[in-house]
Nanobody
Framework: EVQLVESGGGLVQAGGSLRLACKTSGFRFEDYVIAWFRQGAGTAREGVARIFIRSGNILYKDSAQGRFTVTSDNAEKTVFLQMENVQSGDTAVYFC????????????????????????WGRGTQVTVST
């Protein structure tokens, strides 16, 4: 059974930093694309960053570019989101999501970076930025 468990959320002052973790289990870690999404109150869920574990390829959405960093610990099957210089607009529930990349002719194909592409979701961790 695929499981994704987020941790590390909490209350942080504007300008501060926070590190979120997504601990995974139940699947072959390197075959998966794992992403961070977030959803603020009254807003749609939006992508933050995603990593394809096998290649290490990372994509960031504009809101994360330059402030957030995605890393993975393959031995621990965990993906991290390091958040720097957080702002009030970063207040949201942060979700970890995953799907298995498809192998075609020896190449791995990844899907578009949108919520619809992801098959498995964690329950989320709340990040609140105080000003």
């Amino acid at each position: 059974e695929v499981q994704l468990v987020e941790s590390g959320g909490g209350l942080v002052q504007a300008g501060g930093s926070l590190r979120l973790a997504c601990k995974t289990s139940g699947f072959r870690f390197e075959d998966y694309v794992i992403a961070w999404f977030r959803q603020g109150a009254g807003t749609a869920r939006e992508g933050v960053a995603r990593i394809f574990i096998r290649s290490g390829n990372i994509l960031y959405k504009d809101s994360a570019q330059g402030r957030f960093t995605v890393t993975s610990d393959n031995a621990e099957k965990t993906v991290f989101l390091q958040m720097e210089n957080v702002q009030s607009g970063d207040t949201a529930v942060y979700f970890c999501a995953a799907y298995k990349a498809t192998e075609e002719g020896g190449l791995f194909v990844t899907r578009s970076f949108s919520a619809f592409s992801f098959d498995h979701w964690g329950r989320g961790t709340q990040v609140t930025v105080s000003t």
